[in-house]
């Protein structure tokens, strides 16, 4: 995946990650969706190097994942999810829609699952970091949506963090 990634990937998904990271990192201001709209090879290679990717799914298989053979998986490489999870340290991490299944592997079924005030659901992981459950971002939604209904809820965990509005598990 590294390679794949370093290689520019796919529009398909890495042109909307692309987006959400330029988004999140943009210290709070707004991007205009026209300066978002395209993106380019170049820009995908250059901002994806700053992020960590993992896949859920450690044996190779179609594009789309029935939901009942997923969980299967996912229990049974769970040890190998927790190790790769740990190793990066993340200081935020989004799931593009595995949210529930690698709170469950983590263990962290007990840890009290939070909402934004525009029902984003998301949970603090045991370094007291947070973890969004977002939707893919292959999503059959409008991409402008996906991108800033992410970044609205970065922003609002983020702010409520920083204050000291987030309950310690």
Known sequence: MREFIRNGARPQSWDNITRWIRCIESSGLDI???????????????????ICAMNMKKSPGGHTTERASFQTVVAEDRECIREQYALYQA??????????????????????VLETTRGIKWFLNAEQKPVIMYSHPEARVQNSLLVYGLVDA????????SVGQIPAH
């Open 154 to 161: 970065v922003r609002e965990v983020f702010r409520n963090q």
């Open 91 to 112: 200081d935020l991490t989004i799931c593009c829609g595995t949210g529930w299944d690698l709170r469950w592997a983590l263990g962290l079924d007990d840890v009290e």
């Open 32 to 50: 205009h969706w026209k300066d978002l709209k395209s993106v380019t090879e170049d820009q995908r290679k250059s901002v994806l190097t700053r």
